[in-house]
T-cell receptor
Framework: GAVVSQHPSRVICKSGTSVKIECRSL??????MFWYRQFPKQSLMLMAT?????????EQGVEKDKFLINHASLTLSTLTVTSAHPEDSSFYIC???????????FGPGTRLLVL | KQEVTQIPAALSVPEGENLVLNCSFT??????LQWFRQDPGKGLTSLLL?????REQTSGRLNASLDKSSGRSTLYIAASQPGDSATYLC???????????FGTGTKLQVIP
């Protein structure tokens, strides 16, 4: 079946550094990918919609200059958390939409801890 | 704006019991509805996907139903086991980009 991978699965970084998370669709080409964030004991909240070849669309309250999204190819979207701070510590999950099946597949998630 | 609510927020049952988890959504213009389980500190595991044209889906001890007109879905778990303990999330894609809105989740504990 369709698989979406994320790398890294876990990252610990110092405050002020930037962290890049990759999301790849392995079995299909995804023109649209989504990035979600989950704080402890909360549900997943959509951060942004990533479209191949165009600018990402951010949800209200999400800083586009802090969370840089690049959908460089039909199988890869990256999320860069710039100048990370402890409050950015969270679980980040991506999903990729399979246009042939009108179904979204979710990645395993990346746990970010900012010290 | 789509809003998805799950009831109950938490549930504790003895092993072997049948149980029902509820999900309600405000915008019935959905493409499908998906149920996931999430173990502590882990990602999502897809359980069942119901297309908007379907009324229910079954997988093993799990049965999910969908009533679009009333904005409701239920996840039925038969003969619950301790391994079923997890948080269960329903999710609905809607809108032009099919953005997925997740429910608030039901934390299930099955006691041996």
């Amino acid at each position: 079946g369709a698989v979406v991978s994320q790398h890294p699965s876990r990252v610990i970084c110092k405050s002020g550094t930037s962290v890049k998370i990759e999301c790849r669709s392995l079995d299909f080409q995804a023109t649209t990918m989504f990035w979600y964030r989950q704080f402890p004991k909360q549900s997943l909240m959509l951060m942004a919609t990533s479209n191949e070849g165009s600018k990402a669309t951010y949800e209200q309250g999400v800083e586009k200059d802090k969370f840089l999204i690049n959908h460089a190819s039909l199988t890869l979207s990256t999320l860069t958390v710039t100048s990370a701070h402890p409050e950015d510590s969270s679980f980040y999950i991506c999903s990729a939409k399979d246009p042939g099946k009108e179904t979204q597949y979710f990645g395993p998630g990346t746990r970010l801890l900012v010290l | 704006k789509q809003e998805v609510t799950q009831i109950p927020a938490a549930l504790s049952v003895p092993e072997g019991e049948n149980l029902v988890l509820n999900c309600s959504f405000t915008d019935s213009a959905i493409y499908n509805l998906q149920w996931f389980r999430q173990d502590p500190g882990k990602g999502l595991t897809s359980l069942l996907l119901i297309q908007s044209s379907q009324r229910e889906q079954t997988s093993g001890r799990l049965n999910a139903s969908l009533d679009k007109s009333s904005g409701r879905s239920t996840l039925y778990i038969a003969a619950s086991q301790p391994g079923d303990s997890a948080t269960y999330l329903c999710a609905v894609p809607s809108g032009g980009y099919q953005k997925v809105t997740f429910g608030t989740g039901t934390k299930l504990q099955v006691i041996p």
